[in-house]
């Protein structure tokens, strides 16, 4: 439901301003993250490498070429199920934690070991959700397991929840077609971080390799932009929830509004 | 709006289809969540018990706890064939 997508442009974000980050590609056998970055030839060595100590962690981190402060450590396209465990995950983030000030873990679909991994030991988790029946029953899923069966849940914590709700089109939710925000919120009862709207860039930014939050004439790249700056404190107001409305030819005439 | 397209939208309004639909399911994954661990296993042997006297079938029993302020209730719901 756009979490590699969001994932990059979130880590991108957090870089842009100024926060040292690394994003983390837990999609063990499908990765994907490098594509979505623009760095799939500079993958060396990667995640399950490290855990096997096969790699130190700094041969298999790539230095983002377009923004200062960031960082990927890729998935393994390996096949083996077990190949992430708790110790050795805890054990990288451990030493990540050193260094940097954000670690985004991009989990992949679905409640396999992967996204389990990047579950357990967070302590904030952006849901991300389209607005669509079986995406928002599976968030509901995923907040259930965050809220139970997480290391933070374990030892009595509670992890910070945010909802950020991709490929919106205002125009369908006039039309009665898509579920409003109003409705997703409602379900899941999740404080709103973001709404990226539906757009162009985002295929054009993954058809290039550059993070979609780089394009800020768009307005999944501002949307994008906004949901950082409210990761981090900002008091921003949503924007893109209604439709743009176009100005009549009356009104064009008489140049009112 | 013109004439057609009232017709139109009332085909078209399916996202409150949807929002019920999802309430309804969501409430019950939740209170699923929410019930203790041991509930299926106890629910099973009370099952056992029950068919050693009576021959009951797995969907006339309901078992299920409800939480008020300060206490839990155990609710078992038994439908005997007369």
Known sequence: ?257 | MGFFDQFRKQNKETANVAKDRLQIIVAHARAEREQPDYLPKMQHEIMQVIRKYVDVSQDKVKVQVDKNEDCSVLELNIVLDK
């Open chain 1, 1 to 257: 439901m756009g979490k590699t997508t969001s994932s990059a442009a979130i880590g991108t974000g957090l870089a842009l301003r100024g926060h040292k980050t690394v994003i983390i590609d837990f999609d063990i056998g499908l990765r994907n993250l490098d594509l979505i970055m623009g760095c799939e030839r500079r993958v060396v060595y990667d995640f399950v490498n490290v855990i096997r100590e096969e790699a130190n962690l700094n041969q298999a981190l790539i230095k983002d070429k377009r923004t200062e402060n960031l960082f990927i450590l890729p998935a393994s396209q390996t096949r083996d199920k077990d190949a992430l465990t708790y110790e050795g995950v805890e054990h990288i983030l451990e030493e990540l934690k050193k260094d940097f000030e954000f670690i985004v873990c991009d989990s992949p679909a679905g409640i396999e070991t992967g996204a389990v991994m990047a579950m357990y030991f967070a302590d904030e988790a952006i849901v991300t959700t389209n607005p669509e029946v079986s995406s928002v029953r599976d968030s509901d899923r995923i907040l259930g397991i965050l809220q139970s069966k997480s290391r933070a849940a374990e030892e009595g914590r509670t992890i910070k929840e945010h909802l950020l709700l991709t490929r919106y089109c205002p125009t369908r939710v006039e039309n009665g077609e898509m579920l409003s925000v109003q409705d997703v919120e409602d379900i899941l009862a999740v404080p709103l971080l973001g709404v990226i709207p539906e757009s162009q860039a985002v295929l054009k930014a993954s058809n290039t390799g550059v993070p979609v939050i780089l394009d800020e004439e768009s307005i999944a790249g501002q949307a994008y932009l906004d949901a950082v700056g409210r990761l981090i404190g900002d008091d921003i107001p949503h924007r893109f929830l209604s439709v743009e409305k176009k100005k009549g030819f009356f009104k064009r005439l008489v140049g009112a509004n």
